[in-house]
Nanobody
Framework: QVQLVESGGGSVQAGGSLRLSCAAS?????????MGWFRQAPGKTREFVAA???????DYADSVKSRFTISRDNAANTVWLQMSSLKPEDAATYYC???????????????????WGQGTQVTVSS
């Protein structure tokens, strides 16, 4: 069973930065899989933020492009989301997820991700 653990959330003022981490509890649990970050604000559906393939190809939602950077260290079994120039509308619970199917295809659909962390809260004050 794959367990993903997020950390790094917190409260920041608009314009600030945060770095979220996602670590897999099982060695090599992320090998070959695309990883994604999603977020969910109260009363809203969970939405795609960013994804990265095993080889490092990244994709971003338009709303975060040029402000957020997704990266991974395959040897360390860890994925990060560096968030800069944060806006109040970025406030949400952020989740990392692993695609269900192994491979290099990036997906923005949450339904293609079968393993999820517990989430980490990000609050942005104006």
């Amino acid at each position: 069973q794959v367990q993903l653990v997020e950390s790094g959330g917190g409260s920041v003022q608009a314009g600030g930065s945060l770095r979220l981490s996602c670590a897999a509890s099982t060695r090599r649990a992320l090998d070959g899989y695309t990883m994604g970050w999603f977020r969910q604000a109260p009363g809203k559906t969970r939405e795609f933020v960013a994804a990265i393939t095993w080889g490092g190809i990244a994709d971003y939602a338009d709303s975060v492009k040029s402000r957020f950077t997704i990266s991974r260290d395959n040897a360390a079994n860890t994925v990060w989301l560096q968030m800069s120039s944060l806006k109040p509308e970025d406030a949400a619970t952020y989740y990392c997820a692993r695609k269900t199917m192994i491979g290099t295809v990036i997906s923005r659909s949450r339904y293609e991700y079968g393993y999820w962390g517990q989430g980490t809260q990000v609050t942005v004050s104006s």
